[in-house]
Each structure stands twice: as structure tokens, then as C-alpha cells.
């Protein structure tokens, strides 16, 4: 194999189309999201990206099919507005790695014609999380103030150490192309996948691009986190030591 392998499966017309990212990360928020616009929209898978730089392993469906790991764009079409959804298995395995295939992710959303990234995931909190803000990086005030607007919060030296894998490297690179970027992540502990932290990154990235799917699903999942997250709880607090259990006999 090739460093990085492209296979082109369809060559659609795309409208002003909007490159979002979702590949997975802390509490899975950001592909979590994708996977949510790929299944509610209009989706067509375009390309599939195979590298070397991938971990070496395949995936095994229900059925036992086998099939190598990769990364993947989808054209979504909700309503009016045209996607870029990139998402997949995993993410690189090296520094290396992370600059060819966001290269590659942004070669392609050149040929179809984006002109702007948003990429998604989570920043953690070490804690439970129950009110999930968005915290956003962009590649210029413009853009920090359209997304302020929208409810994105900007924080000094928030995330803390930057933002590191392909969702950096989309904002850095792509700003680097021209294209208007920026990073949005929604609050999560960073134990637990966080489909109630995905559920306020959706929000939005809805009102932002002004579209709208529907979130039962989504909700559906989040109550059921929720469900999983009180009964963790639970057995915690059964399991704290009383004032007889810390006291020393001998």
C-alpha cells in the first residue's frame, strides 16, 4: 500500500459545500455527530481514504465481513445545504500520519469545492458534565464572532495544549489554503462516549449552516447515558467507605 490511497466511488455536483469533521476523539462527540448527519440526511458515500499511517487492523461487520480501516467522505445533503462529512474508524497513528491524511482530506474538499471547515470533537472536563457548552478555535476573528453569535464560547487557552490531531491540523492546514476554518467541541467528561455532548455541538452547527434534522436519536441515546452515568453513581456512593470502615482495628 501506498502512504495514503484514495478510492473515488462517485463524482457529485456540490453546491458551496461545507466540510465537517468528525473522526473519533474525546467522548466520540464529534463522530457522533457525524455518523447523525450521514444517517438523517440525503448521504452518498464519494471517497474512501486507506493508509498506511491507519491502524494495521480491519473492521468485522454483524455479518463477518472484513473490511480495512479507513477514512471516509460522504456528501450530506439536508435541506438546501450541501456537507463534506468526513468520518471513519479511527484516527492516525503517528504525527505523520495525521498531516497526509489531513491532506488528503482537504485535496479532496478542494475537487468538490469547499470553501469552508468545520471540524468537530470534544474537550474534557475530568468531570460529569450536565450543562455541555461549545467551546471554539477559528482561523480569524471574522469567524470567531459569527460563531459567538451562534453560542460557540472562546476561551483563553481553551483546550488546553492546543488542539491536536486531524481537527487541528484541518484548521491550521486549511486556513493555511484559504479556506475559512474552525474547531468546535462540545463539553465532556472524557470517560464516556457523550451523545448529550453531541447533541449541543449539533445545535449548533444547525443554527449555524441553518438546517435542520431530526434529534430523536440522538435523544434517545443521551437519555440512555444518562440512565447508565446515575446508576455509576449509585454504586460509587454505595461503595464509600464510612467513618467504621476507615477505622483502624489491631
Known amino acids: 500500500m ?7 466511488l462517485a463524482e457529485p455536483e456540490l453546491d458551496d459545500p461545507v466540510l465537517v469533521e468528525g473522526l473519533p476523539g474525546v467522548g466520540h462527540v464529534g463522530t457522533l455527530v457525524a455518523e447523525h448527519l450521514i444517517e438523517e440526511g440525503e448521504s452518498e458515500l464519494l471517497r474512501r481514504i486507506y493508509s498506511e499511517h491507519l491502524p494495521p487492523q480491519v473492521t468485522v461487520s454483524e455479518t463477518g465481513l472484513a473490511e480495512l480501516v479507513a477514512v471516509e467522505c460522504h ?6 445545504r450541501d456537507l463534506l462529512v468526513v468520518t ?23 475537487e468538490v469545492g469547499v470553501g469552508s471547515v468545520l471540524a468537530l470533537g470534544g474537550v474534557p472536563t475530568g468531570e460529569l458534565v450536565e450543562e455541555h457548552a461549545v467551546l471554539g478555535a477559528a482561523s480569524s476573528e471574522t469567524l470567531i464572532e459569527t460563531l459567538e453569535d451562534v453560542g460557540v464560547e472562546f476561551r483563553e487557552n481553551e483546550p488546553e495544549g492546543g488542539i491536536v490531531g486531524i481537527s487541528g491540523l484541518l484548521v491550521g492546514l486549511g486556513g493555511q489554503r484559504g479556506l475559512t476554518a474552525a474547531c468546535l467541541m462540545g463539553e465532556t467528561s472524557g470517560y464516556l462516549v ?6 449541543a455541538l449539533l445545535g449548533v452547527l444547525q443554527t449555524h449552516l441553518d438546517f ?39
Do not use: C, F, W
Open 2 to 8: 501506498n502512504d495514503v490511497e484514495v478510492e473515488v
Open 75 to 80: 456528501h450530506v445533503a439536508i435541506g438546501d
Open 88 to 110: 471513519g474508524d479511527q484516527q492516525a497513528a503517528s504525527g505523520v500520519g495525521h498531516y497526509r491524511i489531513a491532506e488528503a482530506v482537504l485535496d479532496i474538499a478542494g
Open 194 to 199: 457523550d451523545p448529550k455532548s453531541a447533541q
Open 212 to 250: 435542520e434534522v431530526d434529534l430523536t436519536e440522538l435523544e434517545e441515546r443521551a437519555d440512555e447515558m444518562e440512565d447508565v452515568v446515575a446508576r455509576m453513581q449509585e454504586i460509587e456512593d454505595q461503595n464509600v467507605p464510612t467513618e467504621d470502615d476507615l477505622r483502624y482495628i489491631g
